[in-house]
């Protein structure tokens, strides 16, 4: 079983919608959790991190954290054709320090 | 805003050549990484790095791969002897110590290509 899971897409919406981004972990103590936005060709940038059950949100993003379910989403209100992307899911099972592991990240395409 | 700066952006290599990625991380930053990503796939773990030892390591970083921090600024990566497996980005990223939720703040990556 993959340790960090998120379908790869390409996840197609219009301008203006939003986008429902999911990702499933397999560590159970995992405490830490962390959605990243990658540009091709360029480096993973930090959009939203979540430690506790239930919703955060940040402008027009919003993070959705159930550890029950071993699950957590991004939901990005309307989407814009900047936000076409790769979101990474991450995930860091301890305290600082400890690695994030990664999912294969979902491609998300805003069509105008 | 402080950032993890990484040189050089593209190196290109023979095969068996030995390689250096150079990486400064954010000054009050103490725990460093390594991550590589293949073209199309997904960002790997290589090797996590505090108080001058490596604290984890994953099964890519076999004895081909090293760091270190030769100065108070500088953590590198240096491949022995290139394969053409080898050719990645590889992103170095750091973070601070004491804040247990921090999360990794990435360079903008080295392309490593061995020809």
């Known amino acids: 079983q993959k340790e960090v899971e998120q379908n790869s897409g390409p996840l197609s919406v219009p301008e203006g919608a939003i986008a429902s981004l999911n990702c499933t972990y397999s560590?159970?103590?995992?405490?830490?959790f962390f959605w990243y936005r990658q540009y091709s060709g360029k480096s993973p940038e930090l959009i939203m991190s979540?430690?506790?059950?239930g919703d955060k949100e940040d402008g027009r993003f919003t993070a959705q954290l159930n550890k029950a379910s071993q699950y957590v989403s991004l939901l990005i209100r309307d989407s814009q054709p900047s936000d076409s992307a790769t979101y990474l899911c991450a995930v860091r099972p301890k305290a600082a320090g400890n690695k994030l592991t990664f999912g294969g990240g979902t491609r998300v395409l805003v069509k105008p | 805003e402080p950032e993890v700066t990484q040189t050089p952006s593209h190196q290109v290599t023979q095969m068996g050549q030995e390689v250096i990625l150079r990486c400064v991380p954010i000054?009050?930053?103490?725990?460093f990484y390594w991550y590589r990503q293949i073209l199309g796939q997904k960002v790997e773990f290589l090797v996590s790095f505090y108080n001058n030892e490596i604290s984890e390591k994953s099964e890519i970083f076999d004895d081909q791969f090293s760091v270190e921090r030769p100065d108070g600024s500088n953590f590198t990566l240096k491949i022995r002897s290139t394969k053409l497996e080898d050719s990645a980005m590889y992103f170095c990223?750091?973070?601070?110590?004491?804040?247990?939720?921090?999360?990794?703040?990435f360079g903008n990556g080295t392309r490593l290509t061995v020809t």
């Open positions: 000054s009050n930053h103490l725990y």
């Open positions: 990223a750091s973070t601070p110590i004491g804040q247990d939720n921090s999360p990794l703040h």
């Open positions: 979540i430690y506790s059950n």
């Open positions: 560590d159970r103590v995992s405490q830490s």
